[in-house]
């Protein structure tokens, strides 16, 4: 199973872009795919997380209204579009994969804590410039 973010960059405040992370290994049937960013010195932090089986997704309190998480499942494709970004947004941004539905609960330790996920991508930089 392999997993690759593109699509990170430098933007201004106010900018937009749009992740992508490519699943290869596995078909998208009943897996969840989820996103998390880290920046140096601080904590890992939980953005959403996809569910394949039924395309729904979660998204934890701090991402809702400008984070919106999508699929081409023909492409084992899931994109993070990211708008109105501002600096505290700069991080590196992974996505990672285990069987499975998402989680439904926000507060649940997948998007809080040191989840040990089963596979995750090597990231991708996001720099928000003010």
């Known amino acids: 199973v392999r997993l690759v973010e593109s699509g990170g960059g430098l933007v201004q405040t106010g900018g937009s872009l749009r992740l992508s992370c490519v699943v290869s290994?596995?078909?998208?049937?009943?897996?969840?795919i989820g996103w998390y960013r880290q920046a140096p010195g601080k904590e890992r932090e939980g953005i959403s997380c996809?569910?394949?089986?039924?395309?729904?997704?979660v998204y934890v309190d701090s991402a809702e209204g400008r984070f919106t998480t999508s699929s081409d499942n023909a492409k084992n494709t899931v994109y993070l579009q990211m708008n109105r970004l501002k600096p505290e947004d700069t991080a590196v941004y992974y996505c990672?994969?285990?069987?499975?539905?998402?989680?439904?609960?926000?507060?649940?330790?997948?998007?809080?804590?040191?989840?040990?996920?089963?596979?995750r991508g090597r990231g991708t930089q996001v720099t928000v410039s003010s």
């Open positions: 996809f569910s394949t089986s039924d395309s729904s997704t």
């Open positions: 290994g596995f078909t998208f049937d009943d897996h969840s």
């Open positions: 990672t994969a285990d069987d499975g539905p998402c989680p439904d609960w926000s507060g649940d330790v997948y998007y809080t804590g040191d989840y040990d996920h089963s596979y």
